[in-house]
């Protein structure tokens, strides 16, 4: 990992590493329903990468990039009926971010919808593209801190990138806690950690620093 990491924090990490080991708090969710193995690790995951650097930010769309969306929208309803169906709003994805959106994303999104409306309106389509776009910038981050700790290229981060990129960015976090963080975020246990694996992580520590936040 270079000097910069990707956009990585090193004195709010440092900050963080000394606090890990003896934290407590309540238990948190992992993937597809389990908890974390272990309570010290999961603080320990949960802390570190919600100071790894990546950072969800609200998307302000430029005068150029609203007036695109309203004319996809426009361009999209054919019928004028001020809304998009279904297949409007696919259609829709596809001009603007050039992906087919799944029956789960496309199901998601009509349910969230007004009831009171036959499809989504203009103020509610601006509304999805920009979250769309706000969470497209931050896994281009995490992507960009997950190329940065691996250093080989390979695709995915072992137990030694962990430790050299962890030494530059929190040079007091124990290989203890180390070693714990590695074992949580790689649930496979094939020493290898994904960036799927890494994704999640990341998403878990801003989760768990948001549900801090909130019981202040």
Request: hydrophobic share 35%; charged share 30%; proline share 3%.
């Amino acid at each position: 990992m270079g000097e910069d990491v990707g956009g990585t924090r090193p004195s709010s990490v440092s900050r963080t590493a000394g606090s890990l080991a003896g934290c407590r708090c309540k238990p948190g969710v992992g993937r597809r329903g389990c908890e974390f193995r272990r309570p010290d690790s999961r603080v320990a995951v949960a802390m570190f990468f919600s100071q790894a650097g990546a950072r969800p930010r609200r998307w302000e769309a430029s005068q150029s990039e609203h007036k695109k969306w309203v004319e996809v929208f426009k361009a999209c309803d054919e019928e004028n009926k001020g809304y998009l169906s279904r297949e409007d709003f696919k259609v829709a994805v596809v001009m603007l971010f050039g992906y087919k959106p799944s029956k789960i994303e496309a199901d998601s999104v009509m349910s969230s919808v007004d009831p009171n409306t036959s499809g989504i309106l203009l103020k509610e389509f601006l509304d999805i593209v920009r979250k769309k776009n706000e969470a497209q910038v931050y896994r281009n981050e995490i992507r960009h801190i997950f190329t940065a700790f691996d250093r080989h290229y390979r695709g995915y981060l072992t137990l030694e990138d962990f430790k050299k990129a962890f030494k530059q960015v929190a040079p007091k976090l124990s290989e203890r806690i180390i070693l714990e963080v590695f074992r949580e975020v790689d649930q496979d246990s094939d020493g290898h950690v994904s960036f799927k694996d890494f994704e999640y992580a990341m998403n878990y520590g801003q989760k768990r620093k948001q549900y801090d936040l909130d019981l202040l």
